[in-house]
């Protein structure tokens, strides 16, 4: 067994696909679907992120968010910034390897740095 699709619940599943599929440099991986939209990594060796629409508002924390692991943090956290997430209000502590920022429906998720001494903790 194994995970094959995170799901995001959403609002606007437009501008969440649209964000996303930006976001990971992933593809659509069906047609589209009403209400649904599943994208995978175009060469397949990553799990893929499904965008679900449902009518609620998220509601407090998100019980479960994806951390993104880059070796250019800054450069990764500046262009996903231009595609519509925000920085979280948490403060940085020292020692952190990770930013906290929010899609644009405001689920958070990190941008971990892999760069350093610490990497192969972190694979």
Known sequence: MHVGSVVIDCND????VAFWQAAL???PRDPPEEGFTV????????VNISLQLVPEKRAGKNRL???LYTDNQAEEVRRLLELGA???PR???PGDDFILLEDPEGNVFCVVDTSGA??????
Do not use: F, S
């Open 13 to 16: 599943l437009a501008r969440m």
């Open 25 to 27: 440099r992933y593809v």
């Open 118 to 123: 610490g990497r192969a903790q972190l694979t």
């Open 91 to 93: 403060i940085p502590e």
């Open 39 to 46: 994208l995978r990594d175009p060469q397949g060796r990553r």
């Open 86 to 88: 925000a920085r979280h």
């Open 65 to 67: 968010h994806l951390d």
